[in-house]
């Protein structure tokens, strides 16, 4: 699929008039050196089968049958799966941290609500057509180039909003025609926001495939897991030069494990590992500069199910690592794992919510102003404060 603007102006043109009537604020020069990238896992992972609380007496009671056998000790309470354990060198390395016992405000154990809501960064599901992400890169001004990559073949609604963002994903096609694109451009000759929405199409993805080189002409039908190390080199390519987005996301599905759960993570997280590896490769020296999280909609249950999976939970883990994350840590209010410590005494207790992270990374990380970040990115957040010490200065 060719790189495109997913936002034309003249679809954008309401939205504008909303912002520009809305409180101002002293937004950026549209120039920045940092670099953010979401992976969402769908389906909810089960945050105790990718971290473990093996130091926890109730853990291997209650987990059964999944509870993990060769952990690879964290600290003295977590341990990471051995299906990571191509990311523990950078737990050592202090860029690797964990976030346990996390959530949105959601708690209906829905997946469409629960995405809705991890996206929109809102307090409850809405018909919103901004996501935060969208809304936090709004503070960059109107920059040269688009600072967003949803890297996949749809956009989401994380990255859906007013400010511009190009979409990328491996092609399925070949090059279309010269004559092809002369009959395009010649159409869209009498409508001026067209003709100007498909010329900077043109010129961003030209760009792009300057910037990728051997990757821009990969094809999709490698499988699924192939699938996600090919957006996982493409995002960190395209985030890796002066030139290119700061803001990016991308998925990785499978994860509704309801069944045969252990299986099905023996390959899922050595896929995960692989492609977060694969991402700080091609990102090269702007791995410095980077923080990755990695999040899903919501957890799963802590005791397993009659066919060896779990069913819909509520808190789970996220993961966020970079050159620019302070790691070597796992940052958690543990809520215990007896049964009169879980929530409806099934599910991992929620005790942090994911936008304190969020929160984080846009304050301390990217440097949007906190005003800002209140009132536009997460509004109706105020009691949800940045995690202290996520990242580094």
């Given at each position: 699929?060719?790189?495109?603007?997913?936002?034309?102006?003249?679809?954008?043109?309401?939205?504008?008039?909303?912002?520009?009537?809305?409180?101002?604020?002293?937004?950026?020069?549209?120039?920045?050196?940092?670099?953010?990238?979401?992976?969402?896992?769908?389906?909810?992972?089960?945050?105790?089968?990718?971290?473990?609380?093996?130091?926890?007496?109730?853990?291997?009671?209650?987990?059964?049958?999944?509870?993990?056998?060769?952990?690879?000790?964290?600290?003295?309470?977590?341990?990471?799966?051995?299906?990571?354990?191509?990311?523990?060198?950078?737990?050592?390395?202090?860029?690797?941290?964990?976030?346990?016992?996390?959530?949105?405000?959601?708690?209906?154990?829905?997946?469409?609500?629960?995405?809705?809501?991890?996206?929109?960064?809102?307090?409850?599901?809405?018909?919103?057509?901004?996501?935060?992400?969208?809304?936090?890169?709004?503070?960059?001004?109107?920059?040269?180039?688009?600072?967003?990559?949803?890297?996949?073949?749809?956009?989401?609604?994380?990255?859906?909003?007013?400010?511009?963002?190009?979409?990328?994903?491996?092609?399925?096609?070949?090059?279309?025609?010269?004559?092809?694109?002369?009959?395009?451009?010649?159409?869209?000759?009498?409508?001026?926001?067209?003709?100007?929405?498909?010329?900077?199409?043109?010129?961003?993805?030209?760009?792009?495939?300057?910037?990728?080189?051997?990757?821009?002409?990969?094809?999709?039908?490698?499988?699924?897991?192939?699938?996600?190390?090919?957006?996982?080199?493409?995002?960190?390519?395209?985030?890796?030069?002066?030139?290119?987005?700061?803001?990016?996301?991308?998925?990785?599905?499978g994860w509704d494990t309801h069944g045969s759960q252990t299986i099905v993570l023996s390959y899922l997280l050595p896929n995960l590992a692989k492609s977060l590896l694969v991402l700080k490769d091609h990102l090269g020296p702007a791995w410095a500069k980077t923080v990755v999280m990695v999040v899903s909609e919501f957890?799963?249950?802590?005791?397993?199910?009659?066919?060896?999976?779990?069913?819909?939970?509520?808190?789970?883990?996220?993961?966020?690592?970079?050159?620019?994350?302070?790691?070597?840590?796992?940052?958690?209010?543990?809520?215990?794992?007896?049964?009169?410590?879980?929530?409806?005494?099934?599910?991992?207790?929620?005790?942090?919510?994911?936008?304190?992270?969020?929160?984080?990374?846009?304050?301390?990380?990217?440097?949007?102003?906190?005003?800002?970040?209140?009132?536009?990115?997460?509004?109706?957040?105020?009691?949800?404060?940045?995690?202290?010490?996520?990242?580094?200065?």
């Amino acid at each position: 699929m060719l790189s495109r603007r997913t936002i034309l102006k003249a679809g954008s043109s309401m939205a504008a008039i909303a912002m520009a009537r809305a409180p101002s604020f002293a937004w950026a020069s549209g120039d920045t050196d940092r670099r953010f990238v979401m992976v969402i896992l769908r389906g909810a992972a089960d945050g105790l089968a990718l971290v473990p609380a093996i130091g926890d007496p109730n853990y291997a009671p209650q987990r059964g049958e999944l509870a993990e056998q060769n952990p690879i000790p964290l600290d003295t309470t977590f341990g990471l799966n051995p299906g990571l354990a191509e990311l523990e060198p950078l737990w050592r390395d202090g860029q690797l941290a964990v976030i346990h016992a996390t959530h949105t405000s959601h708690r209906a154990r829905s997946h469409f609500d629960a995405q809705n809501m991890l996206e929109s960064g809102l307090n409850k599901p809405s018909s919103v057509t901004d996501g935060w992400m969208n809304r936090a890169i709004g503070y960059f001004g109107q920059p040269k180039i688009n600072l967003g990559l949803a890297a996949g073949h749809q956009l989401p609604l994380i990255l859906s909003g007013p400010a511009p963002v190009t979409v990328w994903a491996p092609r399925l096609l070949h090059n279309p025609e010269l004559a092809f694109l002369q009959k395009l451009e010649a159409m869209s000759a009498v409508d001026p926001q067209i003709r100007a929405a498909l010329a900077e199409g043109a010129a961003d993805d030209a760009r792009q495939r300057s910037m990728l080189g051997d990757l821009e002409a990969a094809r999709a039908g490698v499988g699924r897991y192939g699938l996600n190390l090919q957006l996982a080199a493409a995002t960190g390519r395209l985030l890796a030069g002066e030139d290119g987005a700061r803001f990016a996301s991308f998925d990785l599905g499978g994860w509704d494990t309801h069944g045969s759960q252990t299986i099905v993570l023996s390959y899922l997280l050595p896929n995960l590992a692989k492609s977060l590896l694969v991402l700080k490769d091609h990102l090269g020296p702007a791995w410095a500069k980077t923080v990755v999280m990695v999040v899903s909609e919501f957890g799963r249950t802590v005791a397993p199910n009659g066919t060896n999976g779990t069913d819909h939970g509520e808190a789970g883990v996220a993961l966020v690592l970079g050159g620019a994350v302070k790691g070597g840590r796992v940052i958690s209010d543990w809520p215990g794992l007896a049964t009169a410590q879980l929530y409806e005494q099934r599910d991992l207790r929620p005790t942090t919510d994911i936008r304190t992270a969020f929160k984080s990374v846009m304050v301390a990380h990217l440097g949007i102003d906190d005003a800002f970040v209140e009132a536009k990115v997460f509004p109706g957040t105020p009691d949800i404060r940045p995690l202290d010490g996520l990242v580094r200065a």
